[in-house]
């Protein structure tokens, strides 16, 4: 399932915003991991891509399998991680989404 999410361009330049996408992959990564046992986790990718034209557009993607047999449900975690990706981006451009 794919998240989007744009912010005004600000003069950003592409080795900003490969930090950015690393540093938000990495909370993402975390919040995951540290929700959920990794003898529970059958397959688990996140992909950020972006746009930076006028404005920077992000699209969000986050796929987790779990064992059949875990009591946790991988889409409210994966809307969790997305948000934690929106947070720490707002944060470091200190910008509000559109």
């Not at 990495?26 to 540290?34: E, G």
């Not at 972006?50 to 992000?58: G, K, R, V």
């Not at 449900?73 to 929106?86: M, S, T």
């Amino acid at each position: 399932m794919s998240h989007r999410i744009s912010f005004p361009a600000q003069n950003i330049s592409s080795e900003e915003i490969e930090e950015l996408l690393f540093l938000a992959e990495n909370v993402a990564r975390n919040y995951v991991q540290k929700r959920i046992p990794s003898k529970e986790i059958k397959n688990f990718e996140i992909a950020i891509e972006f746009d930076n034209t006028a404005e920077l557009i992000l699209d969000c993607i986050i796929d987790l399998e779990l064992s059949k047999h875990s009591k946790f449900d991988p889409q409210k975690i994966i809307e969790e991680a997305v948000e934690k990706i929106f947070e720490v981006l707002e944060k470091e451009l200190k910008v509000k989404p559109e």
